[in-house]
């Protein structure tokens, strides 16, 4: 009998800790694979065999879009550079614009048909751009991925084509996603639902792109998605929305039709934003507090973050509940630069330390001259 109640006792327990934190439950979810995340710090919101490994499609190529992105960033590479197709990427089968071997094309026209018609001639034309074949390309985005943490992924080509070894997960998608946010150098054409492009040697023919992405026009703050199919894959969608100041990710796996999917991201996205929000105490490079600095020109200096203050939350919690306390190094003498850690932010409720926030000088402090820094400070002791 003492067996029975302390098996039943541990039941009970073990189904409370497992209560989700709003209405979806796994089962409710017709897809094989999911996941909700809150994009800020990665913290996982919902899951339903999140780290299955399955065939991506061409969801693929949100890696893709990374390392391009990433090149724009640093000045590798412009949106009105031109590029020679190969017969290699004009031969690619699936979904393409109708690449020809050797036309001349520009990266700005490559980006548009691999965000909106997830063209796989387009893909490898940048693939071979980017890094001279589409196996290095590859190689960089397996690389790209273990940095990431993507730690069940490997890709074995840049447009998702079926490969029965070419597997990522439901996580490890969100993580990628999550990384394309950082930038917004796909964003104009991963939310535009329709335009065009002219391809051909001559440029006679008129490539008119659809957006594979409906929900551009259904969904409420969505900043990115993109869509992938194979037989072999099933339907599958990473998106990603902002809602105030709550941006959430949520990617769905092996769906049988392309309605499920759309509606499985918008009840993930839905359910997210009714039940979280990301609270922000100060934004970044937002003036916290100032702190007297000694020698330097200035006799104060303002404090910064270099990233947002915040807390991600229930949506019944407010900022009156919690508590940010600011811990600022004593006798600050200059010089001093913007890169130099002056002090912490620490975030707590009730009592419990939430996060801590390192803060920075608001801009350099030059050492003031010491024949002026005397005069100065001698004439404010004597004069009265």
């Known amino acids: 009998m003492k067996k029975i109640l302390t098996i039943f006792f541990i039941f009970i327990i073990l189904n409370i800790m497992v209560v989700p934190a709003y209405g979806i439950e796994p089962e409710d979810m017709q897809s094989r694979s999911a996941i909700l995340i809150n994009a800020d710090d990665g913290k996982i919101l919902f899951e339903k065999n999140a780290n299955d490994k399955m065939q991506p499609a061409s969801i693929t190529k949100i890696m893709l879009m990374v390392l391009i992105s990433e090149r724009m960033d640093d000045g590798q590479m412009t949106l009105d550079q031109e590029m020679t197709i190969s017969e290699n990427a004009a031969g690619m089968g699936g979904s393409q614009i109708y690449l020809e071997a050797y036309e001349v094309q520009t990266v700005e026209n490559m980006l548009k048909a691999i965000s909106m018609r997830s063209a796989n001639d387009a893909s490898v034309a940048m693939a071979e751009f980017m890094y001279g074949s589409v196996e290095s390309c590859v190689k960089a985005m397996n690389e790209r991925a273990k940095e990431l943490g993507m730690n069940d992924t490997i890709f074995l080509n840049v447009t998702g084509l079926p490969d029965p070894e070419h597997l990522t997960t439901a996580n490890d998608i969100a993580i990628m996603t999550r990384e394309l946010l950082k930038y917004n150098f796909m964003d104009e054409y991963m939310l535009t639902w ?33 869509t992938g199919y194979t037989t072999e894959a099933k339907y599958c969608l990473s998106a990603a929305a902002k809602r105030n100041d709550t941006t959430l990710i949520a ?20 359910e997210g934003f009714a039940n979280y929000k990301n609270i922000i105490f100060h934004k970044t490079g937002d003036v916290i507090t100032t702190t007297p600095v000694y020698c330097g020109k200035e006799e104060t200096i303002n404090i910064v973050s270099k990233e947002n203050i915040n807390y991600f939350t229930e949506s019944n919690c407010k900022v009156e509940d919690f508590n940010l306390e600011y811990v600022i190094d004593e006798n600050l003498k200059a010089p001093l630069t913007m890169d130099t850690k002056i002090g912490t932010a620490i975030l707590s409720k009730d009592g419990k330390i939430l996060g801590e926030f390192e803060l920075y000088p608001e801009t350099n402090i030059e050492k003031e001259n010491l024949f002026k820094f005397f005069i100065n400070n001698y004439l404010k002791t004597t004069i009265r």
């Open 251 to 270: 990617v769905v796996l092996g769906c049988d039709n392309t309605k499920i999917r759309f509606n499985e991201v918008t009840k993930l996205l839905n």
């Open 194 to 226: 329709m335009d065009s492009v002219y391809v051909g040697k001559e440029k006679d023919s008129e490539q008119v792109l659809v957006n594979t992405n409906r929900l551009i026009n259904n969904y409420d703050g969505l900043l990115a998605g993109k």
